[in-house]
T-cell receptor, first 114, second 113 residues
Framework: DAGVTQSPTHLIKTRGQQVTLRCSPK?????VSWYQQALGQGPQFIFQ???????QRGNFPDRFSGHQFPNYSSELNVNALLLGDSALYLC?????????????FGPGTRLTVL | AQSVTQPDIHITVSEGASLELRCNYS??????LFWYVQSPGQGLQLLLK??????LVQGIKGFEAEFKRSQSSFNLRKPSVHWSDAAEYFC???????????FGTGTRLQVFP
């Protein structure tokens, strides 16, 4: 049973560019959350997708957007990249039908903005 | 404001020694509390969680945590640390039926043989 997978593993972009990160949830999970983890910091909640809609959002600008597909996989898009967007982006999945407070995290995508 | 504070940025212990990692939270509603561990190149792994009931909760890998409402604390403990426990540990708080967590800044644990 594959856990949460994310791609790519690493990514280097320049300021002003756009980036798309991808996440496949754990088998049986239908909810995907995205977190940003800056160096030396704890993860910060960006948003959550369920039934292909954004259900919750953290304190992130509109440059951060997402999408969830019918197979529950998800994308995180960041436009007009800033140096401060350099971070590890974590995806987490869970099953909405039985909330147990347990999210499964992927290994993350390391984004570097130059 | 909702927040989680982990006062210790870096802790070093000898293998076999006991461990306590501190966590204090500020949360307006009934807190749901979590401890996660992150090894280099790995995602976060849930160690344990507290929702209600017995204030001493047991987790995986021999870890336990105690919820103290009067002190707004949820400290993580392990009686005997193993070298494989070296990692970053994060305390987090959330609410029921939401996966939106507020994390602390983490404590890096180093274990000496």
């Amino acid at each position: 049973d594959a856990g949460v997978t994310q791609s790519p593993t690493h990514l280097i972009k320049t300021r002003g560019q756009q980036v798309t990160l991808r996440c496949s949830p754990k088998s049986g999970h239908d909810t995907v959350s995205w977190y940003q983890q800056a160096l030396g910091q704890g993860p910060q909640f960006i948003f959550q997708y369920y039934e292909e809609e954004e259900r919750q959002r953290g304190n992130f600008p509109d440059r951060f957007s997402g999408h969830q597909f019918p197979n529950y996989s998800s994308e995180l898009n960041v436009n007009a990249l800033l140096l401060g967007d350099s971070a590890l982006y974590l995806c987490a999945s869970s099953f909405a039908g039985l909330w147990e407070g347990t999210q499964y995290f992927g290994p993350g995508t390391r984004l570097t903005v130059l | 404001a909702q927040s989680v504070t982990q006062p210790d940025i870096h802790i070093t212990v000898s293998e076999g020694a006991s461990l306590e990692l501190r966590c204090n939270y500020s949360y307006g509603a009934t807190p749901y509390l979590f401890w996660y561990v992150q090894s280099p190149g790995q995602g976060l792994q849930l160690l344990l969680k507290y929702f209600s009931g017995d204030t001493l909760v047991q987790g995986i890998k021999g870890f336990e945590a105690e919820f103290k409402r009067s002190q707004s604390s949820f400290n993580l403990r392990k009686p005997s640390v193993h070298w494989s426990d070296a990692a970053e540990y994060f305390c987090a708080v959330g609410a029921r039926n939401t996966d939106k967590l507020i994390f602390g800044t983490g404590t890096r644990l180093q274990v000496f043989p």
